[in-house]
């Protein structure tokens, strides 16, 4: 193959077959096609686009250059989560546990955080002991004994993802709507998914910063994943304030434990719910999203979820007694500082990327991908828009690893929320559904 024809074509804003999409990613895993080659294919791509076919060839092209979960027959469907990322976003390590309560199979393959995200492994490895590391058969494995797994990708799932994804983050080609179509699905078409629900953020902590931008990647996700016989659904959400009250690895398992005992933050739990219920519908499970709702409730009333996540962790090397141990302590930060406001009101903004900052400057996020990470440390009682306050009342609490460090985080909460002094509306959490 002439890679040097492939790129001319593609920065022409030529459409590519099959067979040219198929070798270069094929190539890519091989390793014949160099990083320059492969950088300025990205480029073009980011500049010129895909059309839907050539999206659909990349996307299994990917999927095909490493192994496919097979699974044995079992009435349970086989359903996943994703989401796009953002601030205090702790919904997979809910609902994952819930699913599997309701009778799904969740092989969930996630990530690591970047910058001001938080990644779902970041936030399990909190948890002492626990491997986020499993083969594909130990992966199918426990998904048919208890119902879930949480993991990363292994070395031999999606290979190209792995590759390209590398070159596109020191690129400046991440955001492309194909290349992120292709990114995600490749990963989750290993899974052998019957359905599949997305959380695509908006606004000033996510990735997609317009509600237009949002529906315009949930769309190709959606369509791409209904090509492929997964059926997909898409959650537009807000993501300008964090989501729970949370944000840091440890603070957000703990809000984890809290809510799966029935007292975890509204927005987090209408989302659960609503993601759980999508699930549901789409299996043929529920024959409407009321009777869906009502199921998966009732489920999180009961202890069983609790009990799905502790079996998850003691499958994976945790340390359940330890954990137990670690959700009664206030924190595990040797420094906590409240941040206090002297006035009275109601909250009228909270700032996600300024919080997210926060916590990334404590230690709790990577400026890069080999940055380490503290655990401990983040905010927790975070304040949410539309809420009234006293004077004195607490907006947020600091765990951090230093008096100095704890300073200027308070010090940077300062401009992260504002408040009036008339009640404030505030607009719902999920924006829209795209199916």
Request: aromatic share 4%; net charge negative.
């Amino acid at each position: 193959m002439n890679f040097v024809d492939l790129i001319e074509a593609k920065r022409e804003g030529r459409k590519l077959d099959d067979a040219q999409i198929r070798a270069l990613v094929e190539a890519c895993v091989e390793n014949t096609i160099p990083d320059y080659q492969l950088a300025a294919f990205l480029m073009a791509v980011f500049f010129q686009g895909m059309e839907r076919d050539e999206s659909r060839a990349l996307t299994l092209a990917m999927r095909d250059t490493g192994r496919v979960l097979e699974w044995p027959d079992d009435e349970r469907p086989i359903v996943d989560k994703h989401s796009t990322g953002g601030v205090g976003d702790k919904v997979s390590l809910v609902l994952s546990p819930v699913l599997a309560c309701l009778g799904f199979r969740v092989p969930m393959i996630s990530g690591r955080g970047l910058g001001i995200t938080g990644g779902t492994l970041d936030k399990l490895e909190s948890i002492p002991g626990f491997n986020t590391v499993l083969e594909p058969d130990q992966l199918v494995a426990q998904v048919q004994d208890i119902g879930l797994a949480i993991v990363g990708q292994s070395e031999d799932m999606a290979p190209a993802d792995r590759r390209m994804y590398g070159l596109r983050d020191v690129t400046g080609t991440v955001p492309s709507i194909p290349l992120i179509t292709a990114s995600i699905l490749s990963k989750k078409l290993v899974e052998g998914l019957d359905a599949l629900v997305m959380d695509v953020k908006f606004g000033k902590a996510a990735f997609m910063k317009t509600q237009d931008d949002a529906r315009e990647l949930a769309r190709s996700i959606v369509d791409l994943s209904l090509e492929c016989d997964v059926n997909a659904r898409a959650f537009l959400t807000s993501m300008d304030a964090p989501l729970g009250a949370s944000a840091g690895n440890w603070l957000e398992v703990r809000e984890v434990a809290r809510c799966l005992k029935g007292y975890g933050p509204d927005d987090l739990q209408s989302l659960v719910v609503e993601m759980a219920a999508s699930l549901l519908v789409q299996t043929g499970q529920a024959p409407d999203s009321g009777k869906a709702r009502q199921r998966v409730l009732e489920v999180l009333a009961t202890d069983k979820p609790c009990q799905k996540l502790e079996a998850m962790i003691s499958a994976q090397g945790g340390d359940v007694d330890e954990f137990r141990k670690q959700l009664a302590e206030n924190s595990l930060a040797p420094v906590v500082r409240e941040y206090i406001v002297p006035d009275e009101g109601f909250i009228s903004r909270v700032d996600a990327l300024k919080l997210g900052e926060i916590v990334r400057d404590l230690g709790g996020g990577r400026l890069n991908k080999n940055t380490g990470i503290d655990h401990r440390v983040g905010l927790d009682q975070i304040a949410k828009p539309g809420e009234p306050f006293g004077v004195n009342s607490v907006f947020a609490r600091v765990h951090a690893r230093t008096d100095e460090d704890a300073e200027r985080a308070l010090a940077g909460l300062a401009d992260a929320f504002a408040f009036e002094a008339n009640p404030v509306d505030v607009p719902p959490l999920i924006a829209e559904i795209v199916e």
